[in-house]
């Protein structure tokens, strides 16, 4: 009897856990059908902390614009699958010169090479599927180079603008972000049916996370990529705080010594507590430290990087 009853609360777990992903996962995949872009203007921006390989910017016939003088690197942000790139660029090239020639690749495949005419153009890829695996999805540009008369520096092609967009759907959200939405939905789970010790209520409380989740990613996409992190604090704060509340409320109710708590002061053991607190706030200080001197922000860590290192650097 004992085995059996282990069998059905295994079980009963599991159906838990993918009622718990079904409620937060198909929101998040509804929202993802929400076309959502992002635009750079090369040309005007001071500075490119997710781009490599372009120079500083130059005022031109058709505006301002950068020369690539060596193989150029973007980082793009994780906006879904399938994730489309278009470049405004210019293939500038002195009469007797061939035109110029620009060739893309992405997640360890090649998206081809165009001939790039002597006027502004427009250059469309679709990244693969295995680029979306990294934090970042990365977009690798190469081009033939010249010598323009007077100037020391080879130069590529002239680029105006990027835009990134995801969809046309079915679209499917970014591996990492999604992970982490669908953790803030477990550990919305783990706090509310601790609070409410209900099952039927805190899958409520979890389809109300769900359907603002997917909301978010449908309208304030790509901020919510690019904060997702910070949807997994609230449940652990209120999970932590629980047992003090309950703790403060039983002693309200009982004042008596020799009446039983209805749970355990969170104070009666308070070294774990205190540890874990101070060693996150040592590491978050160290972080702070640390995130200026990454160079221009770049790297796997360029959304974490992002949000400390202006903080950081005052």
Known sequence: MLE???????????WRLLAVVAL????????????ASISQDLGRSKELPNITGLARPEQGEHGPFRWNTDQV????????YPLHVKLSVQGVRPPDQSQAEIGQSAGGKSLGTQTLPRSPSEVEARLPASAMFSINPELDITTTFFQAPGDRRLLGAVFYRLEERNGPGPSLPAPWPALTLLLSGLLVYLTASRVMRRFKPALAVVAIWGVGLGVLNALARPGLVFYCLYFVVPPLVVGFLTPWVRGVLSRRAYPSPLQPRIEPDITACPWPVAIAVTVAAL????WHLVAPII???RGFTDNLTWGVSFYGAL
């Open 4 to 14: 059996r009853y282990e069998g059905k609360g295994r079980w009963a777990g599991l």
């Open 73 to 80: 690197k973007m980082r793009l942000q994780p906006l879904g």
């Open 295 to 297: 160079p221009d922000a």
């Open 283 to 286: 590491a978050l200080l160290a």
């Open 24 to 35: 937060v996962g198909l929101p998040l995949l509804a929202g993802q059908q929400v076309p």
